[in-house]
């Protein structure tokens, strides 16, 4: 009985598909739908790294645009009011958000179930009103502008359109590459028993504590990560970017997409992020249009697009 | 020979209810040993205590001469005892393979398994007769065989001492014997000392080299199988009190 083993024929060819389209798409089309790409490929990061904790770890959290967030204003603050070259604010963003994620999930974590989700929204939002209202620092609901563009280098120079997609394209075959090596090492192996069975999980000799706590933040430090590159790509924050309705769409995209195949999230992290572009028209129906689709989702395949394209395959799952 | 595993004046209580009553035991290297009594005896509170799951109220264990009460699981099954649960757990979406291989990472955590450790699982499987199913969703199995797999997986952390909490609940009669005849392999070729909680008393009477019977959460009788079955105060507290009716 292998069938209930994914084939990787079908995600290499999506994979490739998604490549290819994504390497010609500044040449091809217009600047608009360049935007829409760039902001795909950072959701899709970001889904890419919830998917680490959530998906195979366990533990459904509400706070990953939070750390996104807190990534930008960190990396936009160490370059306006530090005077940091992006080059070194933006690693920098990752570690710090890295240590942030430590410092909330070690006692956070010992939640358990519903109780870590809740306190997680409730971070997220908290996260959100610091920001609001320090003024003096971000800025506040004026947003902090004047954030400048990644530094060149070898003559590329990042405030043109192109350059910094590819930067942002780059960025995230790199970043994703690594968190699929990360989940089929040694230790994605373990984080997976922990989701499975976490009892079992300490039993056989897994110290849970430790590696949800590594999960968590090993997520939120690519969270910030893609946080600083948004910063120096729009170069304009505002608080609401990262209130609670992206935290939530992240989650979204990720039972979309399907959660706990890296996969999953990344395409449900694209084809969301289109939804909405297109539905910009009406923006009062935007928010309908996507809860109708969630539901749909959970009614008809609760593992999203990845569980919908296995049940479809040959000899697949009924 | 020497006591592997020293339970001292160990007590647990859960408010008013004292669920274990300051029991002394001591379980030599190398030997099996049972648990037995009815229903609410302590025995996998006992268990959970020697595992780490509950912290003691009171009294000590020591393991290799070294006080491990009070540690978490994960340290206390690093240092070599490992466990199963009374309800069958399991790693439902893995496969048998991955759950079996999952043991030996968490024992020893590489980025891929080292040739030996794939060796090892291998070797594991075969032993457990899992060896058709390696590549199974472990949730399409049957009981006998999650069962099986709890076992295979917990013998991939390379115990020196298993808990085996009613492994033996729910299998047929030839899946029992089956069982027995692994228990004896684990316990004479691998050098595993087993500590095994079962009702069915043909198993344990068959499997046992040494018997403690608990009821109320204090140990009543301890000794072979053939002292246990015989015991005047064993069978009251399973049947109750003999009497004469004129």
């Given at each position: 009985m292998r069938n209930t083993k994914r084939s990787p024929l079908v995600t290499i060819i999506i994979l490739i598909v998604v490549l290819v389209v994504l390497a010609v798409l500044p040449q091809l089309t217009s600047e608009y739908i360049t935007y829409v790409a760039v902001l795909a490929m950072l959701y899709a990061v970001l889904t890419g790294s919830y998917d680490i904790l959530t998906g195979y770890t366990g533990p459904l959290t509400f706070c990953h645009g939070a750390f996104y967030g807190i990534g930008a204003y960190t990396s936009a603050l160490l370059t306006l009011k530090a005077g940091l070259p992006f080059w070194a604010a933006f690693p920098l963003s990752g570690v710090m958000v890295f240590v942030f994620a430590v410092i909330i999930g070690y006692p956070g974590l010992r939640l358990k179930g519903h109780y870590f989700a809740v306190t997680s929204f409730f971070f997220a939002h908290f996260m959100y009103l610091v920001i609001l209202n320090s003024i003096?620092?971000?800025?506040?609901?004026?947003?902090?502008?004047?954030?400048?563009?990644?530094?060149?280098?070898?003559?590329?120079?990042?405030?043109?359109?192109?350059?910094?997609?590819y930067l942002i394209f780059i960025y995230g075959i790199i970043v994703i590459t690594g968190l699929w090596l990360f989940i089929r090492s040694g230790i994605g192996k373990l984080l997976v028993t922990i989701r499975e069975n976490e009892e079992l999980s300490e039993a056989i000799g897994v110290n849970t504590a430790f590696y949800k706590v590594l999960a968590f933040s090993v997520g939120a430090g690519v969270a910030g990560l893609t946080g600083s590159l948004f910063a120096h790509f729009f170069r304009l924050l505002h608080p609401?970017?990262?209130?609670?309705?992206?935290?939530?769409?992240?989650?979204?995209?990720?039972?979309?997409?399907?959660?706990?195949?890296?996969?999953?999230?990344?395409?449900?992290?694209?084809i969301v992020t289109l939804i909405l572009e297109l539905m910009r028209f009406a923006p009062e129906l935007r928010l309908i249009t996507w809860s109708v689709a969630l539901i749909a989702v959970l009614l008809i395949e609760p593992k999203g697009l990845m569980g919908l394209i296995r049940r479809l395959q040959p000899g697949g799952r009924k | 020979m020497s006591a592997i595993l020293e339970v001292k004046k160990l007590r647990k209580a859960f408010g008013g209810v004292v669920a274990v009553d300051d029991n002394t035991f001591a379980v030599e290297r190398g030997t099996r040993l049972g648990i037995i009594g009815p229903n609410g005896a302590g025995k996998t509170t006992t268990f959970n205590m020697i595992a780490g799951f509950y912290k003691p109220t009171s009294g000590t264990i020591e393991f290799e001469g070294r006080r491990i009460s009070g540690l978490?699981?994960?340290?206390i099954s690093q240092l070599g005892i490992g466990r199963t649960f009374q309800n069958v757990r399991a790693f439902r979406e893995l496969t048998v393979y991955d759950h079996v291989m999952a043991g030996a990472l968490a024992?020893?955590?590489?980025?891929?398994?080292?040739?030996?450790?794939?060796?090892?699982?291998?070797?594991?499987?075969?032993?457990?007769?899992?060896?058709?199913?390696?590549?199974?969703?472990?949730?399409?199995?049957?009981?006998?065989?999650?069962?099986?797999?709890?076992?295979?997986?917990?013998?991939?952390?390379?115990?020196?001492?298993?808990?085996?909490?009613?492994?033996?609940?729910?299998?047929?009669?030839?899946?029992?014997d089956q069982m027995l005849d692994l228990l004896r392999l684990i316990n004479q070729e691998m050098g595993i000392t087993l500590i095994v909680v079962e009702h069915v008393m043909k198993a344990i009477m068959a499997l046992c080299q040494r018997i403690i019977v608990l009821s109320y959460g204090k140990i009543i009788a301890e000794g072979s199988p053939q002292e246990i079955s015989t015991n005047q105060t064993v069978i009251e507290a399973y049947l109750g009190k003999e009497t004469a009716y004129a």
């Open positions: 003096g620092l971000t800025n506040g609901p004026m947003g902090l502008g004047g954030i400048k563009p990644p530094e060149g280098f070898l003559g590329i120079n990042f405030a043109g359109l192109k350059a910094s997609y609401t970017t990262f209130a609670w309705m992206t935290s939530e769409m992240v989650v979204i995209m990720s039972l979309v997409g399907g959660l706990g195949t890296l996969i999953g999230p990344i395409i449900g992290a694209g | 978490k699981p994960h340290r024992h020893e955590l590489h980025y891929r398994p080292t040739a030996k450790q794939v060796e090892e699982v291998e070797h594991i499987l075969q032993w457990s007769r899992l060896a058709e199913h390696r590549d199974t969703t472990v949730k399409n199995l049957t009981l006998a065989a999650q069962r099986q797999i709890e076992l295979a997986t917990a013998l991939a952390t390379r115990p020196k001492v298993l808990l085996l909490d009613e492994l033996m609940a729910g299998l047929t009669f030839v899946e029992i």
